[in-house]
């Protein structure tokens, strides 16, 4: 393992760079199962979901019908701008369609049992997304229904978001292995999952957090433990600091979320004066690598977490990572439903590679994490 800055690469994934079919034709071993958690994925899944997406976002014509007459159903407890809108579009754009339900007014499982709501859902949908306050909502769910189940954010994992941030690291950089990642602030459910995330790609994440504000230690220890025994990539580093000035000396990219999330509105007083070091500025910026580049998950409370100088600079990817959202959920989808190509971007015909079927229930092997 490496310590030296990581340079940009001239080899950095070009979005109209040709798209080798190897993902493809390799076996599909997302099919039928949930995400619920980055805990759900393998790194050879990771890289599964890192490939398609790339082809998605290449050469989206080779998918518009991937998922037609598919339908997705959205149960969101949260508000939500790009979940929303990325799953929304992502599906339509490949031939099937979405249903959005709003349960801000009452939650899951209080008019009936998730139970009799999964076994209801799956007669009529093939995927549900679930954005909800708690994590065991969406397990809960996965545990009953027999389509596949998709964490669009719970309060201690965010796996969509963590992905399309590694797939936006990807287009900038190239290969992850050995990239110095920092994510200054809350060690909340964006932290969660860039952590896990992070260990199956071989990139070194610091995360830098106040005492008390850190990640939960089963996180920790599971992204060390990834990290540690990684078999398929090389083995990057997981530590956890409270300087934030340790954390970002030198980094390739720096990462930060709101200091308040949604359901804690009572402590923001109290977190706006803990986290007031953990601002995101140009001299923190200035620590880091010269190519460093900035990440926040969105939406930002400019002047907290962020400076609009940042925000706004040639540094941030912010929207490049709300783009990404769509590219790497429509990834996903087509990998749970078990839908491909028939044909590459040359026209000639993909062997082992079918159109979409309705494939056997597997359940997820960690998603009680």
């Known amino acids: 393992m490496t310590t030296k800055s990581y340079a940009m690469k001239s080899s950095a994934i070009a979005q109209d760079a040709p798209i080798s079919v190897a993902a493809a034709k390799r076996q599909n071993t997302l099919a039928g199962r949930d995400l619920c958690s980055i805990r759900d994925l393998s790194a050879a899944d990771v890289r599964l979901i890192l490939d398609t997406a790339h082809a998605v976002k290449a050469h989206p014509e080779l998918y518009w019908h991937a998922l037609s007459a598919k339908q997705l159903a959205m149960f969101f407890e949260k508000d939500s701008l790009r979940t929303r809108m990325t799953f929304e579009t992502g599906i339509n754009t490949l031939g099937g369609s979405a249903i959005f339900i709003d349960q801000k007014g009452s939650r899951l499982g209080e008019r009936e049992t998730l139970a009799d709501v999964a076994h209801n859902l799956e007669r009529w949908i093939d995927v549900i997304v679930l954005r909800t306050f708690s994590h065991e909502t969406i397990t809960e769910m996965a545990r009953y229904a027999r389509v596949p189940v998709v964490n669009a954010l719970s309060d201690i994992e965010h796996p969509c978001q963590a992905l399309a941030d590694i797939f936006t ?92 999330s949604m359901g804690q509105e009572n402590e923001a007083d109290l977190r ?56 790497a959920q429509k990834a996903i989808l087509l990998l749970l439903l078990d839908a491909a190509p028939l044909t590459d971007i040359s026209g000639s015909r993909l062997e082992g590679v079918r159109p979409f079927n309705r494939v056997p229930r597997k359940r997820s092997t960690h998603s009680s994490f």
């Open 169 to 260: 690291l990807e287009e900038r950089f190239g290969d992850l292995r050995g990239l110095r990642l920092a994510y200054v602030g809350d060690g909340n459910n964006v932290a969660h999952s860039l952590l896990l995330t992070a260990a199956l790609t071989g990139a070194s994440i610091t995360l830098a957090s106040p005492k008390d504000y850190g990640p939960k230690p089963e996180f920790l220890a599971a992204a060390e433990a990834l990290a540690a025994g990684a078999e398929e990539v090389p083995a990057g580093t997981v530590t956890c600091v409270t300087d934030p000035s340790e954390a970002v000396a030198g980094a390739d990219a720096i990462y930060t979320d709101q200091w308040t």
């Open 272 to 327: 706006q004066q803990i986290f007031a070091s953990y601002q995101v500025n140009s001299q923190m910026m200035s620590l880091a690598a010269p190519h460093a580049a900035f990440m926040h998950c969105l939406p930002a409370r400019r002047g907290n977490e962020v400076t609009d100088e940042v925000m706004d600079s040639a540094q941030s990817v912010v929207f490049d990572q709300a783009e990404n959202r769509m590219h």
